[in-house]
């Protein structure tokens, strides 16, 4: 328990630091994107309150051709390239919102003007609202939960054992064993390869390709079946722990979403 605690601390960390790299970037664009395209609205509409006064006053304070001039060369560069067409979709044709809206209207507000009453779809708002106000804050919650991910992991690939080897006496808790010593193995391996090459494609497919032929020996040697079975039975709990992940990484960021 010792060992793969230690070697989990240890993948965290490094999965953590490039998660936070990698996740930050993008989230931080996409934030900048989303006020970029509200400051821009305002912009705009800056221009068109310039034209009003120009046509109703007939003041000559500014250039009209400057204001025409700045307008296309706005809406060349800037509206053309967003096409009008950024919103948030959350669920429903309710759920899509206008950018713009959506950014400067509080969460009551844009409930009462869309007419949105589910609480899961007010909650969703709610979360992207502050996501967009800080979406490292969204990222630094699955840091914070992946050792939870990784503890039900444990369990889970335990109790797949079991079931492959029904048969032949094993009681749960020394496949949980198993378990602890093949994944604090892939975990400093994995970590360490990762830390190593900062996160190279290549070498990760690596890394894991020797720990999954590391679990097939280890499955040899433990449970003492023919090479045949090992080989079946291999695969089989390769492809449930592909799973099983998939399962618990969808859920980790679900519970991370509703938690941050």
Not at 57 to 73: A, G, P, W
């Amino acid at each position: 328990m010792r060992i793969f605690l230690l070697t989990a601390a240890f993948f965290i960390a490094v999965l953590g630091f490039q998660i936070n790299g990698f996740l930050s970037e993008k989230a931080d664009n996409m934030s900048k994107a989303v006020h970029g395209y509200f400051v821009k609205n305002q912009v705009l509409n800056q221009i068109d309150s310039i034209q009003r006064v120009q046509l109703l006053e007939k003041t000559s304070c500014v250039d009209i051709s400057f204001v025409d001039s700045l307008r296309s060369i706005y809406e060349l560069n800037v509206l053309d390239s967003l096409k009008g067409t950024v919103n948030i979709t959350f669920g429903g044709k309710k759920g899509v919102i206008p950018v713009q809206d959506f950014y400067r209207s509080s969460v009551t507000e844009l409930a009462e003007k869309y007419n949105v009453t589910e609480w899961e779809e007010i909650l969703m708002m709610k979360q992207m609202k502050r996501f967009i106000a800080a979406p490292n804050k969204y990222i630094q919650t699955i840091i914070g939960n992946l050792i939870w991910m990784i503890i039900l992991l444990m369990p889970a690939i335990a109790l797949m054992l079991k079931l492959y080897y029904a048969r032949h006496g094993f009681y749960f808790v020394e496949h949980l064993v198993f378990s602890f010593h093949f994944n604090a193995f892939a975990f400093f391996l994995v970590g360490l390869v990762t830390w190593i090459s900062d996160g190279s494609p290549g070498m990760l497919f690596t890394a894991n390709f020797i720990a999954a032929i590391f679990l097939f020996f280890a499955m040899k040697r433990f449970y003492k079946q023919s090479i045949g079975k090992t080989f079946l039975k291999w695969l089989l709990l390769l492809f449930t722990y592909f799973v099983i992940i998939m399962v618990l990484v969808t859920v980790l960021l679900g519970v991370s979403f509703v938690m941050f």
